[in-house]
């Protein structure tokens, strides 16, 4: 059984930064994409970023293009998301996700079979 756990959300300010860490446990995650995704109550899912097996491919929605980069830390089980100018629409809680196998599958969701509890961001004007 895998095991995602975020952390890093918090309030900030419009402008501001923030920096979201997400740790696996249970397989060996150096193996699989990992990606970000966001979703508020009440609407889908939304991509945010994804990044494959050994950080040589990362794919990003075009709302958070040139603000947020993915990364990710084959050694400690980790893939993180520094978000960049935010904005107060960005508020919302964030998920990591573990790919199926290596290959970067961007935002196609079928492509994730493990999901993170999520933390909650929130962007004050």
């Known amino acids: 059984q895998v095991q995602l756990v975020e952390s890093g959300g918090g309030l900030v300010q419009a402008g501001g930064s923030l920096r979201l860490s997400c740790v696996a446990s249970?397989?060996?995650?150096?193996?699989?994409?990992m990606g970000w995704f966001r979703q508020t109550p009440g609407k889908e899912r939304e991509f945010v970023a994804a990044?494959?097996?050994?950080?040589?491919?990362?794919l990003y929605a075009d709302s958070v293009k040139g603000r947020f980069t993915i990364s990710r830390d084959n050694a400690k089980n980790t893939v993180a998301l520094q978000m960049n100018s935010l904005k107060p629409e960005d508020t919302t809680v964030y998920y990591c996700?573990?790919?199926?196998?290596?290959?970067?599958?961007?935002?196609?969701?079928?492509?994730?079979?493990?999901w993170g509890t999520g933390t909650q961001v929130t962007v004050s004007s």
């Open positions: 990044i494959n097996w050994n950080g040589g491919v990362t």
């Open positions: 249970g397989r060996t995650s150096s193996l699989y994409a």
């Open positions: 996700a573990t790919g199926r196998n290596r290959w970067n599958p961007g935002g196609v969701q079928s492509g994730y079979n493990y």
